[in-house]
């Protein structure tokens, strides 16, 4: 069967640097990316270009930095004081707030993000927000593993069951 809406789909990818080539990351046959198509659990270009492909096929396409984690943004870069920083005993916790350090945080409303140490001043960090590939054009090839049909619960519940998906 071919690759459409509420299919779940199998797939080893590497992704690269669309503009510099440079190697990000790569999924392998011991631990493909397994997905229930369709659903809004991957960016929407990604699954256009697998619409309609088959077990055995493969892939190799772009996708705009726009259209994938969006433009990196110096609106994402915020210096924090020290102090927020400071260990039970009142002092910079120097051992893990290092430059390219990644730091998890959370804002006032609480949710969860991740900063990256950028700099270290006397009284400031300069911590970086931006998704690690926003302002990346990504480049996606890779091989269809297999497509099948969903079950009704894994519709249900909106993801995949079993080998590669959720145990329960
Ligand atoms: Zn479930």
Redesign the pocket.
């Known amino acids: 069967m071919t690759i459409d809406i509420n299919s779940v789909v199998s797939l080893n990818y590497k992704l690269s640097n669309h503009k510099t080539g440079a190697h990000i990351e790569e999924t392998n046959s011991d631990n493909p990316l397994v997905f229930l198509f369709g659903v809004g659990q991957l960016m929407p270009e990604f699954e256009d270009n697998l619409q309609g492909k088959k077990a055995g096929d493969k892939f190799d396409f772009a996708i705009e930095s726009a259209n994938a984690y969006g433009p990196y943004s110096e609106d994402n870069i915020v210096m924090i004081p020290k102090t927020v920083f400071h260990t039970e005993e009142g002092k910079f916790n120097e051992d893990e707030i290092k430059v390219d350090a990644v730091v998890p945080m959370s804002d006032n409303e609480g949710n969860h993000m991740r900063g990256i140490v950028r700099e270290i001043n006397e009284e400031m960090v300069k911590m970086d927000f931006n998704h690690p590939l926003a302002g990346y054009d990504l480049h996606f090839s890779g091989d269809i593993l297999a497509v099948r049909e969903a079950s009704k ?1 894994e519709l249900d ?1 909106g ?1 995949v ?1 079993g080998e590669g998906g ?1 145990q ?1």
């Open positions: 619960d519940h993801h069951h959720h329960h």
